[in-house]
Every structure is written in C-alpha cells, then in structure tokens.
C-alpha cells in the first residue's frame, strides 16, 4: 500500500495490520500524510493465497482543515455552550 508520496508499506510493516477483514493503517508519531486540508491519494495492490491479483486500486481523501480562530466566537462552562455576537449583541 502507498499512501500519498510516502514509500509503500506491506503487512510486515507495524503501521499496517489486517483483522477481522479491516485493512489498518496507523500512521508514526511524526509520519506527515500532507499538509492541511490536502488531498491524499492511496493506492493498493493485493493477492489471495491462489494468485488471483487485484493492482493499483486508488482512492483519495482530504486531510482535516487547518482550525480557524475567530475573535467573535466565546466558549463558556464545561459543556462549551457556544455564545457568538452579532456585532455588539450574544446570540
């Protein structure tokens, strides 16, 4: 399997795991995919144990969106009740 521009890795590789019939990627601690809000390509290639061979099988998904900050959004309490103003007046 590929991911992205990063070197491909195979079932021997920790990062990558099958169980239960899930294929699981679990990227290192600072293994970066792409940049924010970027979109990731993967490709995948796989064989069952009678050679019958499916290759470069590609999907593609967008990284979360970098957190925006904003100067009219307040959190309040523990369960983060959202107050936001419009203008000078909290709704």
């Known amino acids: 399997m590929a991911i992205g521009t990063n070197p491909p890795v195979n079932l021997s590789d920790h990062r990558l795991s099958w169980s239960s019939g899930q294929l ?7 293994e970066v995919l792409g940049a924010l809000g970027g979109t990731v390509t993967v490709s ?4 069952d144990t009678l050679g019958n061979l499916t290759t470069n099988f590609t999907w593609s998904f967008q990284l979360a969106l970098p957190t925006a900050t904003s100067s009219n959004l307040v959190f309040v309490g523990t369960n983060l009740t959202l107050i936001s103003t419009n203008g000078g007046t909290f709704t």
Do not use: K, M, Q
């Open 24 to 30: 699981t990627y679990a990227p290192g601690t600072n």
């Open 44 to 47: 995948i290639s796989a064989a």
